[in-house]
């Protein structure tokens, strides 16, 4: 489909929105534009990371309903010089899904349908992680999703797509099979292996907001196997348990799909947080078979299994899901990772524990984590997609969280603490990082993020977007 070219009738981009291309904006979207002082306006305006709730307050919001009003929007916002970003569930970590100007959302856009012929899920880009589970639930099939329900599918696959599956299937992005994008032209183009073959690959890891706004995908999906899920805390010898639980997952099967943490606490009346270790996945194998492989775990320590949020057992794999799973409410956050290439050493697990147990209290919590990854990951080139990260075993990251109730001094003491982590974990780690977990303060992130594929990158960003209408701190850039 081609552009219309323009529709605000405007020769030159005006420096900023009028009230007048406010109104010609509503008049073109009627009941779709919302204004400072509407209705929900300061709710949807609201990043989730509200560590950046602070921000100027776009000046309009258009919620999209279709492909063509997300076309409509993004041709005015051309037209009248006014900037743009792309939302689906607005997770952002450094809140770049917000800005001074038009948030075009998409995230009422959210119908799922399932082919069964072909084993082919189509999902408009405002569904979530919870859109997700209940449409595909009904199915009895899968795809590699997150556990965090209000965390929306698009970004999730178009900066690659961690979740437990991906060691036995495959990244989100390895399951994509078609999408649609709105250009800055105004074209809504299908991509896939053969039509506009260059988004469809950029599409598999850039990360979103970068070529277009995309407002459906279509996914290649698995039968939903039988699991083992669990939660399991171990409050004692945790370096030793740490230690243990690094040489299983090193050599895990891909059934196996983890995050391992050392978490830090806050203990009323204590001078020192509660560190704790846990275990969180699944496992595509019965109970017996898992605990098999933490064989040398348990010798060291068995968990503890708090009743009610500690668990070991089988299950149906969406109900297990269900037991995983966490809301996604918004919430004050900082978070940095890095790829991490051989196991972590014993060096390495003493300065995850020496700075945890140095942690300058938030009301919340610090953490250490790593995601296991290989398996399937590394089944796929590096430069057949974008996403480029598939030779490493565990995604590393550091990550402190806090309330508006604690002191602005306590939390810049957190955060000046967790570069000291994350540069403390450097030795171990290698330059890359993960673009979903993105990073502000992270200053070679083009290389981070995207490694060899950033020159391929950057010719397709200049051909499809040569006047950088899709743009951020951190998005792709027109030259290196």
């Known amino acids: 489909m081609g552009g219309l070219g323009s529709l605000g009738g405007c020769a030159e981009p005006l420096a900023e929105g009028t009230g007048a291309d406010w109104n010609a904006l509503a008049r073109l979207l009627p009941g779709r534009v919302l ?36 076309r409509t929007a993004i041709l005015w916002a051309r037209d009248n010089g006014v900037p743009l970003v792309a939302r689906s569930g607005g997770h952002s970590y450094a809140g770049y899904s917000t800005t001074d ?19 082919r899920a189509f999902v408009n880009a ?57 250009t800055a032209d105004g074209e809504i183009l299908k991509c896939n292996a053969s039509e506009n073959a260059d988004l469809f690959w950029a599409a598999r890891g850039a990360g979103g907001g970068n070529f277009g706004i995309h407002t459906s995908f279509t996914f290649q999906t698995h039968a939903a196997p039988r699991l083992t899920v669990f939660n399991l ?58 605990e098999e492989l933490l064989t040398s775990v348990y010798q060291v320590a068995r968990p503890d299994l708090r009743p009610g949020t500690e668990f070991i057992e089988e299950a149906d794999y969406w109900p297990g899901q269900e037991k995983l799973s966490e809301p996604g409410h918004r919430e004050f956050a900082y978070e940095r990772s890095r790829y991490v290439m051989k196991p972590l050493s014993d060096t390495a697990i003493g300065v995850i524990f020496a700075h945890l147990r140095a942690w300058p209290e938030t009301s919340v919590g610090a953490m250490w984590k790593g995601f296991l990854t290989g398996g399937a990951i590394r089944d796929v080139a590096p430069n057949a ?42 030795p171990y780690t290698s330059d890359e990082c993960y673009q979903n977990f993105i990073d502000d303060g992270e200053t070679d992130w083009r290389r981070a993020y995207y490694g060899e594929n950033l020159e391929r990158l950057v010719q397709i960003k200049r051909k499809h977007d040569p006047r950088n209408v899709f743009h951020y701190a951190q998005s792709v850039p027109l030259t290196i």
């Open 35 to 70: 204004r400072p002082g509407g209705v929900d306006f300061d709710d949807i305006a609201t990043p989730w990371n509200l560590r950046w709730s602070d921000r100027p307050r776009p000046e309009g919001i258009v919620r999209a309903a279709s492909a063509e009003d997300v």
């Open 101 to 119: 100007g038009l948030i075009i959302d998409v995230s009422t856009m959210t119908e799922i349908r399932y082919d069964p012929a072909s084993e």
């Open 126 to 182: 405002g569904a979530r992680n919870t859109h997700v589970y209940a449409a595909l639930g009904e199915v009895d099939r899968t795809v590699t999703h997150g556990r965090c329900l209000g965390v929306g599918v698009a970004g999730l696959v178009l900066g690659g797509g961690v979740g437990f599956n991906m060691r036995r299937i495959g990244l989100t992005c390895d399951q994509l099979v078609e999408t649609d994008i709105v």
């Open 233 to 290: 805390v171990w409050r004692t010898r945790q370096e030793a348990v740490l230690r243990a639980l690094l040489d299983v997952l090193h050599a895990a099967p891909n059934e196996l799909g983890v995050k391992v943490s050392v978490t830090a606490k806050p203990v009323a009346s204590a001078h020192a947080p509660e560190i704790a270790v846990n275990l969180l996945g699944q496992y595509a194998g019965t109970k017996a078979a898992f």
């Open 385 to 426: 997609t974008a996403f480029v990260h598939r030779r490493d075993w565990l995604l590393s990251g550091t990550e402190v969280n806090w309330t508006a109730s604690d002191a602005p001094e306590q939390v810049k003491r957190s955060m000046t603490w967790m570069d000291g982590f994350h540069a403390a974990m450097r």
